[in-house]
C-alpha cells in the first residue's frame, strides 16, 4: 500500500516562513491535497491539485510537488496557522483508496 | 453555503451496530461523490468509504471491509454509514465530506465511542 510521510512536529516564528513536507515514491507522477486542522476544528481544504487555492484561503499558503516530495509552505505565518497540517492522495492501484500522511503539527513560537 | 450535519453517534459495545447520518444542504446533493472519514481520539485523519453521486461506485477502506456499509438517498440528499460488529478500535470522529480527488467540505462530526 501507498504511504505518505511527514515529520511529526515543525516550529517557526511570527512572520516567517514554514515549509511542511510530504514525502511518498514518486508522489510527484500524482496530485497531492493539503488540510489543516485547527485545534477542535473539522479540517479545512487549503491546498488542491499541488498548487491550487480554495476561494477564501490567504495567498501565503502555496504548494509543491516534485520527485518524491510535495511541499506546503506558508509565508509570513501568523498565530492562527497554527494547525495540524495534513497531505492526502487517491491512489488507485490493488484497490482505489485515498491516503493521509500522518500529519505535521505547526507550532507558531 | 454547503453544510454537512453528521449525526448518530454515541456509546456501543463491542460487536454491537451503530448508523450514522450526514444531512447535506446548500449544494446539488445528487450531483457529488460523499465520503465517510475517522479521525481517532488524538490521531491522525483515516479514510473509511467513499460513494460516488449516483451510488454505483463504492469503495472501503480495508479496516472496514466487510463490516461497514455506505448508502445515499438522493432524495433525502442524506448519506449514510452503517456499522457493524464493531471494535475498540473503531472508537473515533466520524466526518462527512464532500469530493472525489480531494475533500472540499467536511462535516463537524459524530463521535463514536465502542467500550464496554
Known amino acids: 500500500s501507498y504511504v505518505l510521510t511527514q515529520a511529526p512536529s515543525v516550529s517557526v516564528a511570527p512572520g516567517k516562513t514554514a515549509r511542511i513536507t510530504c514525502g511518498g515514491n514518486n508522489i510527484g507522477f500524482t496530485s497531492v491535497h493539503w488540510y489543516q486542522q485547527r485545534p477542535g476544528q473539522a479540517p479545512v481544504l487549503v491546498i488542491y491539485y499541488d498548487s491550487d487555492r480554495p476561494s477564501g484561503i490567504p495567498e501565503r499558503f502555496s504548494g509543491s510537488n516534485s520527485g518524491n516530495t510535495a511541499t506546503l509552505t506558508i509565508s509570513r505565518v501568523e498565530a492562527g496557522d497554527e494547525a495540524d497540517y495534513y497531505c492526502q492522495v487517491w491512489h488507485n492501484s490493488d484497490h482505489p483508496k485515498y491516503v493521509f500522511g500522518p500529519g505535521t503539527k505547526v507550532t507558531v513560537l | 453555503q454547503v453544510q454537512l450535519v453528521e449525526s448518530g453517534g454515541g456509546l456501543v459495545k463491542p460487536g454491537g451496530s451503530l448508523r450514522l447520518s450526514c444531512a447535506a444542504s446548500g449544494f446539488t446533493f445528487s450531483d457529488y461523490y460523499m465520503n465517510w472519514i475517522s479521525q481517532a481520539p488524538g490521531k491522525g485523519l483515516e479514510w473509511i468509504a467513499y460513494?460516488?453521486?449516483?451510488?454505483?461506485?463504492?469503495f472501503y477502506a480495508d479496516s472496514v471491509k466487510g463490516r461497514f456499509i455506505v448508502s445515499r438517498d438522493n432524495a433525502k440528499n442524506s448519506l449514510y454509514l452503517q456499522m457493524n460488529s464493531l471494535r475498540v478500535e473503531d472508537t473515533a470522529l466520524y466526518y462527512c465530506a464532500r469530493g472525489g480527488d480531494y475533500f472540499e467540505n467536511w462535516g463537524q462530526g459524530t463521535l463514536v465511542t465502542v467500550s464496554s
Open positions: 460513494i460516488s453521486s449516483g451510488g454505483e461506485n463504492i
